[in-house]
Structures are given as structure tokens and as C-alpha cells.
């Protein structure tokens, strides 16, 4: 009688559904694991990077979080360049917001270029850069129209750099006794606080 109830117990173990289910729990377990592993990874590769560490990444398939932190150390240590190369390979396959924030790093990073030039007295140069920034700032308000922070930081990057339209008109004869224009299309750094 005893062998007769431990096959009743036995039996639904041996069902294929039973086993089935087993196998989904078995793969669901790993790729919990494995999903845990990679994200201590990244833990790891945001840690080493934040501590101003060289970390290399593939930009094919790396997580846009070690993306953008990978983009703002090169911008920080003065690798535009290599920030630039990055991203190119990163941006068709991140999210607009994630393409906007690395957008608004770089023009920000252009501005605080351009505002050095401008306290050095390099105004063809930082007119140059605040171009650039405002160019990426827009593209990044395309992407998140609803950014206070793209739209403040562009604000200040049109102060600084006036959008004037440009005429067809025929250029208009001076006369010789006319006051020289002194005002720049770099007015200077706006200072202070919003």
C-alpha cells in the first residue's frame, strides 16, 4: 500500500507539463542570473568611469547609461573628438531623450569653450563654437521640446551670438562720416544667475 500512495505522489512528477514548467523556471532562473551579472557590470563600468578611470566600451552594444557617462568623461577630460566618434555609433540605436541629453552635454561643453575664447579675446572662435552649441541645442529641443534646461541654456547661447537675418539686399554705401560700429556679434558671457 505504501508503494501504491508514493506513485500517486510520484506520478504528476513524471507528466511532461510537469516538466515543462520546470524547464521555464530553470531558464527564467538564469536569465535572472545573467541579467544580474551584466548589471553589476555596469555598476562596475559607471563606478570606474565616475572615479576617472579609461574605461573603453562598445558603442554597438552598450547600455545608454555607460553611453552617456562614457560621453560626459571624454567631454570632461577634453576629448571631443572621441566623444563625438561615440556617439555617432551610439545615436540610431538610443532613445531621443538619451540622444538629447548627450546633445545638450556637448553644446554645453562647446559653451563653456566658446566663453573661455570670449574672456581671452578670441571672439571669431567662440562666435564659431556658440554657433555649434546653438545648432545642438536645437537639435536637442527637436527631441524634447519640453526641456527647461535645453531651452534656458539655448537662451543664453542666443545672447551671446545674436541670429541676425541674412538680407539679398544690396549692400548699402557707407558714407565717410559715419560712426564706426563698435558692438560685436559676441556682446560678452552673460553672468549671473537666472
Known amino acids: 500500500m505504501a508503494t501504491k500512495h508514493a506513485w500517486q505522489v510520484l506520478k504528476p512528477l513524471l507528466s511532461p507539463a510537469f516538466w515543462g514548467v520546470l524547464g521555464l523556471a530553470l531558464a527564467a532562473a538564469g536569465y535572472a542570473a545573467w541579467h544580474l551579472k551584466s548589471l553589476r557590470q555596469l555598476n562596475a563600468d559607471l563606478a570606474a568611469i ?104 539655448l537662451d543664453v547661447a542666443m545672447r551671446m551670438v545674436r541670429d541676425l537675418p541674412v538680407g539679398d539686399s544690396e549692400p548699402e554705401e557707407i558714407p565717410p562720416d559715419a560712426p564706426k560700429r563698435l558692438w560685436t556679434d559676441v556682446p560678452g558671457v552673460p553672468k549671473g544667475l537666472p
Open 50 to 153: 565616475a572615479s576617472g578611470q579609461d574605461v573603453t566600451i562598445d558603442p554597438a552594444t552598450a547600455p545608454a547609461a555607460l553611453i552617456l557617462a562614457r560621453t560626459n568623461d571624454l567631454l570632461r577630460t577634453d576629448r571631443l573628438d572621441e566623444a563625438q566618434a561615440l556617439t555617432a555609433v551610439a545615436s540610431p540605436r538610443l532613445a531621443p531623450s538619451e540622444n538629447a541629453k548627450i546633445l545638450f552635454n556637448r553644446a554645453n561643453y562647446r559653451l563653456r569653450q566658446a566663453a573661455a575664447l570670449v574672456e581671452k579675446g578670441d571672439l571669431d572662435g567662440a562666435t564659431a563654437l556658440v554657433n555649434l552649441s546653438k545648432g545642438e541645442y536645437r537639435v536637442a529641443l527637436r527631441l524634447t521640446p519640453g526641456d527647461w534646461d535645453l531651452k534656458y541654456n
